[in-house]
Nanobody
Framework: QVRLVESGGGLVQAGESLRLSCTASGSIFSINAMGWYSQAPGKRRELVAT???????NYADSVKGRFTISRGNAKNTVYLQMNSLKPEDTAVYYC?????????????WGQGTQVTVSS
């Protein structure tokens, strides 16, 4: 069974930084892409950043220049370095992985980690 576990959320003040981590585990053959999505109260889940197996990245316009997505050496871990945080970044951040597993193929989600930025 595939699991994605996030960590690193918390409460910070505007202008500060946080680093989110997500590790995929289980019977996984390959991971095509991993990414981060955010969901603020009352809003839809939105893309923050993604990274493919060949290292190509994509960012939401609102985070370009402030957030950086990267993958660990083992390729089953993804990080999101969030700098210059703003109150509008407050949301639950979800890790996503598109992968091929021993028993399932498709998109998998973590349980989410709360990021709160105070002004």
């Amino acid at each position: 069974q595939v699991r994605l576990v996030e960590s690193g959320g918390g409460l910070v003040q505007a202008g500060e930084s946080l680093r989110l981590s997500c590790t995929a585990s289980g019977s996984i053959f390959s991971i095509n892409a991993m990414g981060w999505y955010s969901q603020a109260p009352g809003k839809r889940r939105e893309l923050v950043a993604t990274i493919t197996s060949d290292g190509s990245t994509n960012y939401a316009d609102s985070v370009k220049g402030r957030f950086t997505i990267s993958r660990g050496n083992a390729k089953n871990t993804v990080y999101l370095q969030m700098n210059s945080l703003k109150p509008e970044d407050t949301a639950v951040y979800y890790c996503n992985a598109r992968l091929i597993g021993a028993q399932a193929v498709g998109a998998f989600w973590g349980q989410g980690t709360q990021v709160t930025v105070s002004s």
